[in-house]
């Protein structure tokens, strides 16, 4: 049973802010993603919950207790770290037994632990190497296994794939959710890579100059961004925004279509829609063909609309040519609203 | 040889010309290091007649003649014993004050830590003779005077600035992430010290530690002028040298010479990272 609160955190680096207020709560079992753009906070954040850096205020609870004044070893966690860590001094079975030996575990037990996590990440036949006879992959293996050893509360994971080629950070992404799930910990995950998060996360928190956006399911987050920082965030290609006019209450013209919107005081807000949610036809946005990409299975078109660029992604046999001019009807249940200055969905 | 394969400019006789400069240049430099330095170990192993003859034998006949009048000479044995109590002390201060010196330089940010790194090596930039006079009336005030101890905190001063250069080069070249890792796997700061970083940073503190040692042991000036019944090596050989016979002078060299030749011959590796240079 660990719950993660993380009540008001902030953290300063001399007059830098790296965050701001954050407040995030992470229930029992769940695998929480950091997803952000490099410089967000996110990996200072999981550093706050590891203990590896003290915030400038706020605290952070696990599992019902206060921990942001212990020290990491206190705080019933484990960490992988994004170069893996892995003790160049010790084999692959001291790196995993290290934590175990400074729990002052039986050595039966030790082998036991080793073992059984050494077969759960395919690495029972390298338990007698060192790091340096290791490729990337089996490196990060044993930093999992050894995280996995402890049989923490909670696992905070630093761009634990990054380091990887693209073919295997696939094979251990699929791998690590499976032993994740099994191992009922709660996670903490922090990554750049959107299409990690999407398929990781049973929740991810959106991250951006220090604050977190959204924080909520990966479905809820790609249909409904919370802020427009989300929807250009994730999503590839992402979000398209048209300035939409107020021609009567709750009514906004956007590049020539009239649509029905939410009541605003407002003049000008932001209309917003994902590439796949247009289909080309005799109404809709006016657009005018600049680049086609074939992908395959879909075309992807970028057009202008309304003198900005609007990428639409749509069948593959619609005969389209660079200059035609289109009408993209937009699914009225996929339309978003922003406010332009707060940059916040209406 | 791959660059000058990629200048088709330079005419075959041009590059020749400067493979011989090249050539010449080491010789004449390798030379001027190992020159004395053979003479010193020819004499050294010479017979006392042999080494006032003319003409010299390329090859030493291998008499010890001339060392083992040196050993046995009055003061020797005792000189060389303070040698390496001296010398043992200032590797034992410098490393015991210089490894944590640089392990802070390495691991935190703290104000004014760009000057201490200058002041670090600013203190070479002292001529020890300036420094002695005041040095010498302080210690004889204090009791230090004539004392291993004494002599050992001088040579530790010396040696001090590169034990923490070279020890901040070998804990900056461990990851900060084997020790954090550390941490969370449950160790306090001091066991994730000792059981990470000091395995991984053990052969370049003892590296460090030989050169201390080296620096002590070949320290002439402040040994001469601070002690004078329990003279170290070097300062006892530059005061009873004067009088002695040839052959003697050649044995105390490369008594002398020989031990600090092989330790830093041991320990190159660390001295050319201390300054920056990859280990190759």
């Known amino acids: ?346 | 040889m791959s660059a000058v394969a990629e200048m088709p400019i330079a005419a075959p006789a041009t590059r020749k010309a400067g493979n011989w400069l090249l050539v010449a240049t080491v010789i004449l430099l390798s030379v001027w290091v190992l020159l004395p330095i053979y003479l010193l170990i020819v004499n050294a192993l010479s017979s006392p007649e042999e080494v006032t003859a003319f003409p010299k034998r390329f090859f030493p006949s291998f008499d010890f003649g001339s060392l083992s009048f040196f050993i046995n000479f009055a003061g020797v044995g005792r000189a060389l014993w303070n040698s390496v109590l001296v010398a043992t002390l200032t590797m034992i201060l410098s490393i015991g004050f210089g490894a944590p010196a640089g392990y802070a330089l390495s691991r935190f940010d703290f104000p004014g830590k760009g000057t201490f790194r200058f002041l670090v090596l600013m203190t070479r930039a002292f001529p020890l003779p300036l420094l002695a006079l005041p040095l010498a009336v302080m210690f004889i005030r204090t009791g230090l005077d004539d004392t291993a101890i004494g002599l050992a905190l001088v040579h530790t001063t010396l040696a001090l600035p590169f034990a923490v250069l070279i020890t901040f080069s070998l804990f900056s070249g461990i990851p900060v992430e084997l020790e954090e890792a550390a941490w969370t796997l449950g160790c306090t700061r001091l066991q994730a010290f000792r059981k990470v970083i000091l395995p991984l940073a053990l052969p370049g503190i003892a590296a460090s530690a030989v050169f201390a040692f080296t620096i002590s042991w070949n320290e002439v000036f402040a040994a001469a002028v601070l002690t004078i019944e329990n003279r170290t090596l070097t300062a006892f050989l530059l005061q009873s040298l004067g009088e002695s016979p040839l052959y003697l002078k050649f044995a105390g060299g490369a008594a002398l010479v020989i031990p600090a030749l092989i330790f830093i011959f041991a320990v190159r590796k660390y001295l050319f990272a201390m300054w920056g240079i990859a280990n190759r």
């Open chain 1, 1 to 346: 049973m660990a719950e993660i609160a993380i009540k008001q955190v902030a953290k300063r680096f001399g007059g830098f802010t790296a965050l701001h207020s954050i407040d995030l709560t992470i229930a029992d079992q769940e695998f929480m993603v950091l997803l952000g753009a490099s410089g967000c906070g996110k990996t200072t954040l999981l550093r706050i919950v590891a203990g590896l850096e003290t915030p400038s205020q706020g605290e952070v609870w696990i599992g019902g207790r206060r921990v942001d004044h212990l020290p990491p070893r206190d705080r019933g966690i484990a960490m992988v770290f994004q170069n893996y860590a892995v003790f160049p001094h010790l084999t692959v079975f001291e790196n995993i037994a290290f934590g175990l030996r400074m729990k002052k575990l039986a050595q039966q037990e030790v082998e036991r632990r080793v073992t059984r996590t050494a077969e759960l990440m395919h690495i029972e036949q390298l338990l007698k190497r060192y790091s340096g006879q290791l490729s990337g992959g089996q490196r990060q293996r044993v930093a999992v296994a050894r995280a996995l050893a402890m049989e923490p509360d909670v696992i905070l994971m630093d761009e634990p794939l990054s380091n990887l080629d693209a073919l295997l950070r696939l094979e251990m992404r699929a791998e690590l959710k499976g032993v994740l799930a099994a191992s009922e910990t709660t996670t903490i995950y922090v990554t750049h890579d959107q299409v990690e998060a999407m398929s990781l996360a049973d929740r991810i928190a959106v991250m951006h100059q220090g604050h977190i956006v959204q924080a909520a399911s990966p479905v809820e987050v790609y249909r409904n961004p919370a802020a427009r920082f989300v929807g250009s965030f994730i999503g590839n290609p992402p979000m398209n925004f048209i300035p939409a006019t107020k021609t009567a209450n709750g009514s906004w013209t956007v590049a020539g279509l009239t649509l029905p919107g939410p009541k605003s005081d407002k003049h000008k807000i932001e209309f917003a829609i994902r590439p796949e949610d247009v289909d080309a036809g005799d109404e809709g946005l006016h657009a005018t063909v600049r680049v086609i990409e074939p992908l395959g299975p879909h075309t992807l078109v970028t057009c202008d609309v309304e003198g900005g660029l609007f990428r639409a992604i749509l069948e593959s046999n619609a005969a389209i040519a660079v200059g035609d001019h289109l009408r993209l009807a937009p699914k009225a249940d996929r339309i978003r609203w922003f406010d332009p200055e707060t940059t916040n969905a209406l």
